[in-house]
């Protein structure tokens, strides 16, 4: 199964900046999609990255606050914008790919913190 | 639509005992996957186990195994001889074009 790198596992930020995660995957695959944990909550579908097409957000989630970019198919990106303190979350990238775990595989997660 | 419900947010268990961790599910479809995944305090998540809705048999991985009741719409976890390593959160998942998420229980093993 696939195996995913996702960067940075950690950051503090001050509110009203940026911050971009990254996921690069060791093969190639269709689907990519991002989840947001906040504390002590489940996991949330942000939004769904397919390559060469525009992200697919889900409810409660918009593009010009969390724009994502999928130039290819092993990478991809989310960006946290202009963060205020109820952004401070865990962010984890999955991808599908064949073989183990049933098709989805996940990275290892950014726990971002907002002051 | 899916719905995924995990009604024990926390459960304490002896260290060796057997722990049951409940999960109920809500679905029209009749082709669904069933997951559980640990989330230990690093934040990564762990593939423990899958069922799939058309299995026979309920799945098993180790000291894990799935109590599919189909009827009943459940899919409990059953760990078996409980380690301290096992203190973590829980989550159970449904996929039916997502993957859709339970709100997690979180276990904590007691030597």
């Known amino acids: 199964s696939a195996v995913i790198s996702q960067k940075p596992s950690r950051d503090i930020c001050q509110r009203g900046t940026s911050l971009t995660i990254q996921c690069q995957v060791d093969s190639q695959v269709t689907m990519m999609f991002w989840y947001r944990q906040q504390p002590g909550q489940s996991l949330t579908l942000i939004a769904t990255a397919n390559q060469g097409s525009e992200a697919t957000y889900e409810s409660g989630f918009v593009i010009d606050k969390f724009p994502i970019s999928r130039p290819n198919l092993t990478f991809s990106t989310l960006t946290v914008s202009n963060m205020s303190p109820e952004d401070s979350s865990i962010y984890l990238c999955?991808?599908?790919?064949?073989?183990?775990?049933?098709?989805?595989?996940f990275g290892s997660g950014t726990r971002l913190t907002v002051v | 639509a899916q719905k995924i419900t995990q009604t024990q947010p926390g459960m304490f268990v002896q260290e060796k005992e057997a722990v049951t961790l409940d999960c109920t599910y809500d679905?029209?479809?009749?082709?669904?996957?069933l997951f559980w995944y640990k989330q230990p305090s690093s934040g990564e998540m762990i593939f423990l186990i899958y069922?799939?809705?058309?299995?026979?048999q309920n799945a098993t991985e180790g000291r894990y195994s799935l109590n599919f009741q189909k009827a009943r719409k459940s899919a409990n976890l059953v760990i078996s001889a409980s380690q301290l390593g096992d203190s973590a959160m829980y989550f159970c998942a449904m996929r039916y074009e997502k993957l859709t998420f339970g709100t997690g229980t979180r276990l904590t093993i007691i030597p």
């Open positions: 999955s991808v599908v790919s064949p073989g183990a775990n049933y098709g989805y595989t």
């Open positions: 679905t029209s479809d009749p082709s669904y996957g």
């Open positions: 069922q799939g809705s058309y299995d026979q």
